[in-house]
């Protein structure tokens, strides 16, 4: 695999993957549901390595770039199921942050 991938790449492999290794797809509420114990997951090393809570001893040695991958994973599997293209759904999105907060954040005072 390449050091680098595109969305439109990741979405291809994990389909792949999952039509020849994970055999399919769960359904589509079932995978909304894997991807809040997935945030979940994130959640809770976000809060040990920078909030105020202390590890457990199943949470250390938890990887938080692993963590947010498997967050990625699942929405891509339900771009995928749904009929998403990530790469135009990204760009829209960059045109409407650039057009409806174009000035926002920088006369946001409690940013400064």
């Known amino acids: 695999m ?6 439109k790449e990741a979405q291809e492999q994990v389909d792949h993957w999952i039509k020849t290794v994970g055999v399919r797809y769960f359904n589509e509420l079932t995978n909304m549901t894997i991807l809040m114990e997935e945030v979940g ?8 390595t ?4 202390s590890f457990k001893e199943s949470d250390k ?7 947010m991958a498997d ?3 699942v929405l891509i599997c339900l771009a995928n199921q ?9 760009k829209k999105n960059f045109e409407k942050k650039n057009v409806r907060d174009i000035d926002r954040h ?6 400064k």
């Open 2 to 7: 390449k050091d680098e991938i595109t969305l």
């Open 61 to 67: 040695g938890k990887d938080l770039g692993d963590e």
């Open 106 to 111: 920088k006369n946001n005072e409690k940013l």
């Open 71 to 73: 967050v990625l994973w």
């Open 50 to 53: 920078y909030g105020e809570q």
């Open 82 to 90: 749904t009929g998403v293209d990530l790469t135009v759904a990204m």
């Open 41 to 48: 997951e994130l959640a809770r090393i976000m809060s040990r």
